[in-house]
């Protein structure tokens, strides 16, 4: 009907908040100039806020997988012992940089739909002596499961001398990840999940012992090269050309953040989790993951007989114009995800579970029109009280 | 929760599409310039479209009203006889202008809720010979009624010379009026309501009679000089400065009207009514206009023992960012104002009616929770099919 009223419920890109587009829209300036240099220093602030550290955050211009491969670049040499986490698309695209790193991989599996037990991890540590770095993900979108990070990172202290590496690009700003209290060395961040900004930017933030176990790395790396970003950073500069427009979205978005505050913006994520999950549930949809992993950021539902979940999509978007998304790899045509992160509110969960419901007669599947949005408006009141 | 998430459901200002607001942040440009003489032309254009028809539209930058004092004082000498509907705010409006240029004003009442029936326009007309103009409001957006232009073009044509003047300002573009097939003599607008612009600018669109009839007024005039308006315009000129940025809107949002086509827009905005009917009835709620009157681009609910309908609209704002209106004059307190005109989707309607749900609940009165979604989803889907 109206190609830009269309709500975007997938885990990422998100919507973008009107301020943030406007940020975004100033005129550019010189990215070696004082102006820029004021921006690059402000959003440090924010993003240690952010990241929950006092440790040193450094921006890249390239996407969250940029940060990834930034991490696996300056912590893994041919040969590093490296264990990771997989349980998804995501802990494969970690095992994935290892191993193009030459990094000797000890892949822990754990399955589709739940978060790995971190004492599964403590027994990878004790049977594999020698692990320099653990790869983890915080937020696993590809199957809507947010892992015990908190746990993870104990039993990596306890068991072993590795730093822990965390992907939070799906999760950070949605879901608590105090990395310094806990104990992560390294996360990784994107700017078009809970962040609230455009594609385009990425983020690591790292802890002393891990911007000096970089200096370490045998690695061959430029773009890639952290510590030249922090030491830039320090000077409020990059090293190499910037994204300025999105620098100057980033300003604005960390505003709103802070203007929010963390804990309520958590708060929000896991309200519209459970929204969204006691309408699934009203509808007779099995969800994909149990209560105990679910995501705050982004759920995924489980088909059902009679159900085509591709065509469930289709109508969704042509007919009531929300996108939702589908399964990767594996989960194709076997679940679709509805992203609740970033620039969402409680009110969006109605939207999109109104707009479910009626994708669903449409796609042929007989659900109760009205108990979905009733189940998650129950939710939202009694969170209200 | 996030300040620009609210969702704007009253009748005007109306959301703006993205496209339109990034028309309206274009650079500026010299109103006296070649560049502005093609925009100029090109709205003249979209706009006989969006009049249906063929004579001149003049485009003032002021406010609704700015343009229905330029069609009076155009129209109205000292001495000149004019019947004025009067069933609602704006009824009055058209009264207070044709009082203060000191017109001879023949006042036909109707009730609040109901449009005035053709044959009390023919009654009056009878009854006081020598009017010159009828001053008649196609949408009543105080009360939420449609007016039977065509009727009443009817009963004018038939028993009279008058001109008709009709406020089309909430309704143009949401409802027919095609003004040349009707017998229309001028047509007032303004932009902030179903042609999905800011406000600031506003319409007159006049057949020749009525132009020629202009020439006649006694009433001093300047700014609001229409024929000066259309002489300029025929040049792509505008007599005094533009508001320029609203004119770049202005042709964005034309086109986007023509690309989803006038027809198709009517039956979006019936929809969106069918859809908020259905689901208030299901809510238990009065609705304060019958059918036979209900306005395509807004809703008017009547309060119920128990409700205190400026605290459902508090409510549904500060916990479920919906804005709606209340009444307005002595109907403050007693109704409120759903508004579904221009950039508005059925979609948006569920996300109203389930913002009133829970709002009903959080000002302590009892209504099922999504029972009026469902009912206004049966309502799209049964469309759909």
Known sequence: MFEEAKHLRIPGPTPVPPAVQRAA??????????????IALSVQEGLR????????????????????????ANLVSPGTKALVLVGGKFGERWLELVQAYRGEAVVLEYPYGEGVRPERVAEALAAHPGIEVVFATQNESST??????????????????????????????????PMDAWGVDVVVAGS?????????????????????????????RYYFDLPAYRKAGAKGETPYTPNVSLFFALEEALALIQGEGLEKGFE??????????????ALGLPLFVDEEWASPTLTAVAGVEGLDVEQLRKVVNTDFGVIL???????????????????????????ALGAVELGLRR????????????????????WLM
Chains 1, 2 share one sequence.
């Not at 952010?50 to 491969?69: I, K, P, R």
């Not at 929000?268 to 549930?281: C, E, K, P, S, T």
């Not at 990767?328 to 969960?349: S, W």
């Not at 659900?367 to 009694?382: D, I, N, T």
Request: contains cysteine; positive net charge; glycine residues 12%.
């Open 25 to 38: 829209s100033k005129a550019m300036i010189n990215h070696r100039s004082p102006e820029f240099r004021r």
């Open 49 to 72: 806020y952010v990241f929950q550290t006092e440790h040193d955050v450094v921006v890249l211009t390239g996407s969250g997988t940029a940060a990834m491969e930034a991490a696996v």
């Open 144 to 177: 809507a499961v947010l892992n015990d990070i908190e746990g993870i990172a104990e039993a990596v202290r306890r068991g072993s001398d590795a730093l822990l590496v965390v992907d939070a690009i799906s999760g950070l700003g949605g879901a608590p990840l």
């Open 192 to 220: 078009q999940k809970c962040l609230m900004l455009p594609p385009g930017l990425s983020f690591v933030a790292a802890s002393e012992r891990a911007w000096r176990r970089m200096e370490r790395s045998a690695s061959p």
């Open 268 to 281: 929000r994520h896991r309200l519209m989790r459970d929204m969204v999950r006691a309408g699934i549930r």
């Open 325 to 351: 998304s589908g399964g990767q790899g594996e989960l194709k045509g076997k679940i679709f995800r509805i992203g609740h992160m970033g620039y969402a509110t409680p009110l969006d969960m109605i939207t």
């Open 363 to 382: 796609a042929g599947y007989d659900a109760p029109l009205g108990a979905g949005v009733r189940a998650a408006q129950e939710v939202l009141l009694q």
